[in-house]
T-cell receptor, first 113, second 115 residues
Framework: AQSVTQLGSHVSVSEGALVLLRCNYS??????LFWYVQYPNQGLQLLLK??????LVKGINGFEAEFKKSETSFHLTKPSAHMSDAAEYFC???????????FGQGTRLTINP | DGGITQSPKYLFRKEGQNVTLSCEQN?????MYWYRQDPGQGLRLIYY???????QKGDIAEGYSVSREKKESFPLTVTSAQKNPTAFYLC??????????????FGPGTRLTVL
């Protein structure tokens, strides 16, 4: 079964510091992977997605993620954190044959001034 | 503006009552989804629909029901059989049903509280 695991339910960084949110996937077939962001009491917004075209994927708001097959990872990074990045981030995998996304448990990102 | 609307934003229900959450999209998307979000558990799929008049159970369908009479509408009913309905409910849609790389677009959510 395809699944994702997000390491760390809560990450805290200082403003201007590197943001690294970890996501590992489990899949017996090539996965399609997504990162979504959720601001408090709102729906989810797509940050970026991996569809096998390129291993380094650039998204909105300065975020990017690199697909590493050897490590079964799709970690999300941003070189310099901004206060507006404070939100919850979800990694998800598209499940073949089931027409659905399976989400990780989420990582809450806090930015310290 | 195109998008997904959910209403109401907040909903309070007494135990034993059924309640219906609205989801409407004007994106002309074929597929629509309902998710439940609980703290620390991510999103879990309740039901999804790939086409009008057809829908499938997701991972946690017990105590919920849906209908898809129109392409743009996918209401969710939380029945009294749902033992722990207090949660944040999110509706989503995507262009083509079954496309693995297709982005799902989410509504703003409805927070349901059972009193």
């Amino acid at each position: 079964a395809q699944s994702v695991t997000q390491l760390g339910s809560h990450v805290s960084v200082s403003e201007g510091a590197l943001v690294l949110l970890r996501c590992n996937y489990s899949s017996s077939v090539p996965p399609y992977l997504f990162w979504y962001v959720q601001y408090p009491n709102q729906g989810l917004q797509l940050l970026l997605k991996y569809t096998s075209a390129a291993t380094l994927v650039k998204g909105i708001n300065g975020f990017e993620a690199e697909f590493k097959k050897s490590e079964t990872s799709f970690h999300l990074t941003k070189p310099s954190a901004h206060m507006s990045d404070a939100a919850e981030y979800f990694c998800a995998v598209s499940v073949q044959g089931a027409q659905k996304l399976v989400f990780g448990q989420g990582t809450r990102l806090t930015i310290n001034p | 503006d195109g998008g997904i609307t959910q209403s109401p934003k907040y909903l309070f229900r007494k135990e034993g009552q059924n309640v219906t959450l609205s989801c409407e999209q004007n994106l002309n998307h074929d597929a629509m989804y309902w998710y439940r979000q609980d703290p620390g558990q991510g999103l879990r799929l309740i039901y999804y629909s790939q086409i009008v008049n057809d829908f499938q159970k997701g991972d946690i369908a017990e105590g919920y029901s849906v209908s898809r009479e129109k392409k743009e509408s996918f209401p969710l009913t939380v029945t009294s059989a749902q033992k722990n309905p207090t949660a944040f409910y999110l509706c989503a849609s995507s262009i083509i049903a079954g496309a693995l790389t297709d982005t799902q677009y989410f509504g703003p959510g409805t927070r349901l509280t059972v009193l």
